[in-house]
């Protein structure tokens, strides 16, 4: 069984800065990506960012050229730094990671961690 956990969430000022990180524990075969999703409420969930094993990296549009996602293959282990945030980033940022193990291929996800940032 594979699981992640996710850590870093917490309560930030506007322009502040913050970095997630979380870890997928288990056996692991192969990371296909690993990434992190944010919903606020009223609002569908996201995507933040996304890293693949090629080191290839995805971001949404609303956190381009503030935050950076990077990986630890070593550790499977997902960074998010956050910089200059917003308000407007305020969510439940959850932990993401496709995955093969002994059980196949599938999706995981931690259970989630708040970011709220205040004026």
């Known amino acids: 069984q594979v699981q992640l956990v996710e850590s870093g969430g917490g309560l930030v000022q506007a322009g502040g800065s913050l970095r997630l990180s979380c870890v997928a524990s288990g056996i692991i075969i192969r990371i296909n990506s690993m990434g992190w999703y944010r919903q606020a409420p009223g609002k569908q969930r996201e995507l933040v960012a996304a890293?693949?094993?090629?080191?290839?990296?995805n971001y949404g549009d609303s956190v381009k050229g503030r935050f950076t996602i990077s990986r630890d293959n070593a550790k499977s282990t997902v960074f998010l730094q956050m910089n200059s945030l917003k308000p407007e980033d305020t969510a439940v940022y959850y932990c993401n990671a496709d995955l093969y193990s002994s059980l196949g291929r599938r999706d995981y996800w931690g259970k989630g961690t708040l970011v709220t940032v205040s004026s």
């Open positions: 890293v693949t094993s090629g080191d290839s990296t």
